[in-house]
């Protein structure tokens, strides 16, 4: 399968990213992938495992984790981003670190399952945010947690959402970048 | 000083019997004149001592010494056997409480060893203000400077870059290219009957199994059954595994794609959809 990339600036509705983060034992380690719109890999980056010194832990305190998530890994990822995607997905469990990679919005998402009865149709802003969406053809929900507040972005990110599940699974390039990362962290255990 | 008068009367009623009788008149007038003197005098006087020491404790002593002359001591100019000078020596030790010795230090009071009233001149008050009078007596523990910092400088280590961690980028597509893509089943309680009965009339058509012996076990949506080199479905999680050929194209076809059990022989076969399908750029 030939491998894509694009130079171009502008966002391509194409092109999915994926944001992954892995903190296995001390190793911190993460990964971007960018597919096409059927969940073939474009490009992949990743960051060699991190491991914090007993140093850094007593400098860092209590804003260790929050720097080595955002500022080591993340952001230094975000600049090797050669792809344009319109959007980048992560984990849920990623809720918490949303933030801009590579200049472009992030959310995090996981499947919901039994949607209490008052949701209904595509879009339910449940907080400021956060909302649950209706991917319509698979007719199953996903939570949403988004870096912006914004709620014109967020229904623009939604539509770029269920366009592109209409043609792949979503989820399942995030269960690939975790095999891809433990892998590459040399432990086979999963967090 | 009276008692000194009168001491001074006894000397010149002495003078009488000396040797020579015209002399007796002069040093009657001479004694006269000095003792006129000395009463003008201030019979106590202040006096300014200033003293200097480099490290003074509350609990030293101050040894000092003073003597006061009784004033006779002129006398001795004019005939030394007529008059005995008195000096009186006073040693004391003051105890330090509260002291500048820097500045001016006046004397109020002395109590002398003996109760005596003195004439005491100016400038026969004297007391030795020269270092070694003083005798300051510095403890064996004299202080020391405490030593610091700056005496022992610190060293100073630079953790330098080691203080940020920096992330090295590995950009091998290998570890996400050698996965195998997975697809899960959409739940079958969740599809309608009638797409259920069409998953089962196309495995009919195309794998020949009647469809009283059809039995649908999965469903997947977007399999891009053109792009597959291998494929496993996984019947007890209703997972489909499968890998994508490196065959370059800038189009193909995503069909949804059922797993179907022919009942007769147990067989599972995998059926795509020939209507249910997308076509997707891959440019």
């Known amino acids: ?191 | 000083m009276w008692r000194h008068e009168e001491r001074l009367s006894y000397w010149l009623a002495r003078a009488k019997s000396l040797r020579k009788p015209g002399f007796a008149g002069w040093f009657r007038t001479r004694i006269a004149q000095e003792i006129l003197s000395l009463r003008r005098a201030q019979p106590v006087c202040e006096t300014s001592l200033s003293m200097s020491a480099e490290v003074v404790e509350h609990t030293d002593e101050l040894s000092l010494s003073a003597t006061v002359s009784d004033g006779l001591a002129i006398l001795l100019r004019h005939w030394d056997r007529l008059a005995e000078s008195k000096n009186v020596a006073g040693r004391f030790k003051i105890a330090i409480h509260d002291m500048d010795l820097v500045n001016k230090t006046d004397t109020r009071r002395l109590e002398l060893p003996e109760d005596s009233n003195i004439a005491v001149k100016r400038e026969e008050f004297a007391v030795s203000a020269s270092p070694q009078s003083l005798s300051m007596k510095i403890p064996a523990n004299t202080p020391r400077s405490v030593p610091c910092f700056s005496d022992h400088p610190v060293r100073v280590h630079s953790a330098g870059r080691n203080l940020s961690l920096h992330a090295k980028i590995g950009t091998v597509m290998k570890p996400i290219s050698d996965l195998p893509y997975m697809r899960l089943s959409l739940k079958l309680e969740n599809l309608k009957l009638s797409e259920k009965e069409t998953f089962l009339r196309e495995a009919g058509v195309l794998k020949n199994i009647p469809l009283e012996r059809a039995e649908l076990l999965a469903v997947f949506r977007h399999v891009p059954i053109e792009l597959i080199s291998r494929l496993r479905f996984l019947e007890e999680k209703r997972v489909l595994l499968f890998t994508l050929s490196e065959e370059s194209r800038t189009k193909t076809r995503i069909h949804d794609m059922a797993a179907v059990r022919d009942k007769a022989n147990k067989e599972i076969y995998m059926v795509p959809h020939r209507t249910q399908f997308r076509s997707v750029s891959l440019n």
């Open chain 1, 1 to 191: 399968m030939p491998m894509q990339e694009k130079q171009s600036g502008q966002p391509s509705t194409n092109q999915v990213g994926y944001f992954s983060y892995l903190k296995t034992g001390e190793k911190r380690l993460g990964a971007i992938l960018v597919t096409n719109q059927i969940g073939v890999p474009l490009e992949f980056k990743y960051t060699e495992p991190v491991v914090a010194s007993k140093l850094h832990k007593i400098l860092y305190g209590s804003v260790l984790e929050k720097y080595l998530h955002e500022t080591v890994i993340r952001d230094r990822l975000g600049r090797e981003v050669r792809t344009t995607p319109n959007f980048f997905i992560a984990p849920y469990d990623e809720k918490e670190f949303l933030g801009s990679l590579a200049d472009r919005e992030m959310m995090a998402i996981q499947k919901y399952i039994d949607p209490p009865g008052e949701i209904s149709g595509p879009f339910n802003r449940i907080r400021e945010r956060e909302a649950i969406v209706e991917l319509e053809e698979e007719s199953i929900f996903l939570r949403l947690s988004f870096s912006t507040s914004d709620e014109s972005t967020q229904h623009a990110m939604v539509e770029w959402l269920q366009e592109i599940a209409r043609t792949m699974d979503v989820l399942e390039p995030l269960d690939r970048i975790h095999s891809a990362l433990t892998n590459l962290c040399g432990d086979t255990k999963r967090d």
